[in-house]
């Protein structure tokens, strides 16, 4: 066993183990963290006494709530080069995930958010549990959804991904299998054994059997609320601005296109036309690292908006969940504003 504070790194049996240990900060991602992982994945797909390697958060609460928006914060107010520099490592981590040459398990046990989902939804074998609660809240804070989330959202069934984006809703299990963000559902008491099951298994075990292994130890995941409301979803959100979502929205009956447009109505209007602009571009874009380029860019751009420093504010900082974007309003954002924000990274982060 391998340990630096907020990562520890066990062998047990065929499988490599990653934990990710600042449980209180509910394993929030640093880039110290980012660079104890990276390494260990090469090193763990190059041995031939692995087979396989699990992801998991240490603590009662959750897998991962995201990136370490405090140090974002900080660097950016700051001028230091933190921020890229972990944006650039973290981005770099989860294209490898996607890549990754042997089973990647994660357990998305408990709160998963924006950097967790970077760790876990690009990984070839993804387990949510009765208590997984994933998000892209990104658009309640002025940033966007990131770590490849461009690419992701707008690959999932109708315009699920819209929804989410946009919304930054916390969704539950059968959600998450639904939007294509895991494959399986666990009992989350059943994890340690699952994990026991999985390393048990011989170097050579494919990546099949891996998933069979998985499939025996399956649970009903329930019924998807994003299925259940798939009509009036693809309905509002096929829009290609977000004051026609709001308006369609507004012609749907029920409380579940009413609370789109009241959670809509409290993000910050720069995010909520940046990301639509970002995921549409993403499904026309060939593959993720063109998203991941694209995002990159943007990020560097969030570091000089009002809105990423208010809602950080807001959220972490004072806690007081009242942000006042700049500008205030949807009809304010002009499409020049959202323009500024297209600058490619310099260098990019994979070659065209």
């Known amino acids: 066993m391998d340990s630096m504070d907020d990562v520890i790194i066990e062998r047990r049996g065929s ?12 394993n ?18 190059a041995d031939p006494a692995i087979a396989s390697v699990i992801a998991m958060g240490e603590g009662e609460r959750g897998f991962c709530a995201g990136g370490d928006i405090r140090l974002l914060h900080r660097s950016g107010k700051e001028g230091t080069d933190e921020a890229e520099t972990f944006w650039r490592e973290e981005f770099l981590l989860n294209h490898a ?3 990754y040459p042997k089973p990647y398990i994660v357990l998305m046990d408990g709160i998963t958010m924006g950097g967790g989902v970077g760790l876990s939804a690009h990984g070839s074998h993804r387990v949510v549990t009765e208590r997984t609660r994933l998000a892209m809240p990104e658009t309640g804070i002025g940033y966007f959804p990131d770590v490849g989330a461009t690419w992701l959202l707008p690959r999932t069934p109708g315009e699920a991904g819209t929804w989410m984006g946009l919304t930054g809703l916390t969704i539950k299990a059968a959600d998450v299998i639904h939007a294509g963000f895991a494959d399986h559902c666990v009992v989350s008491s059943t994890l340690p054994a699952l994990v026991d099951a999985i390393s048990a298994l011989p170097a050579a075990a494919s990546a099949a059997e891996i ?4 499939k025996t130890m399956a649970a009903d995941a329930g019924e998807s609320r994003l299925a ?6 693809d309905r509002a959100f096929s829009a290609d601005t977000v004051e026609d979502i709001l308006q369609a929205l507004a012609d749907e009956p029920g409380e579940f296109a009413a609370e789109a447009v009241g959670v809509i109505a409290s993000r910050s209007p720069t995010s909520l036309k940046l990301t639509l602009r970002l995921l549409r571009a ?30 950080v504010r807001a959220a972490v900082i004072d806690k007081d969940r009242n942000p006042k974007w700049s500008p205030a309003s949807l009809s304010e954002v002009t499409a020049a504003d959202i323009d500024r924000f297209f600058v490619p990274a310099q260098p990019p982060l994979f070659a065209s």
């Not at 998933?211 to 998985?214: L, P, T």
């Not at 259940?228 to 979803?233: H, K």
């Open 228 to 233: 259940a409301n798939r009509e009036i979803i």
């Open 15 to 26: 499988a490599a183990i990653i934990r990710l240990n600042r449980p209180k900060a509910l």
């Open 97 to 99: 995930i996607s890549r």
């Open 282 to 311: 993403g499904r026309a874009s060939a593959n993720l690292a063109e998203c991941l380029n694209r995002e990159l860019g943007v990020c560097k751009g969030i570091l000089y908006n009002h809105d990423f420093y208010e809602g």
């Open 28 to 45: 929030s991602l640093t880039l110290p963290m980012v660079r104890v992982i990276a390494p260990a994945l090469e090193n763990f797909a």
């Open 211 to 214: 998933h069979a292994r998985i």
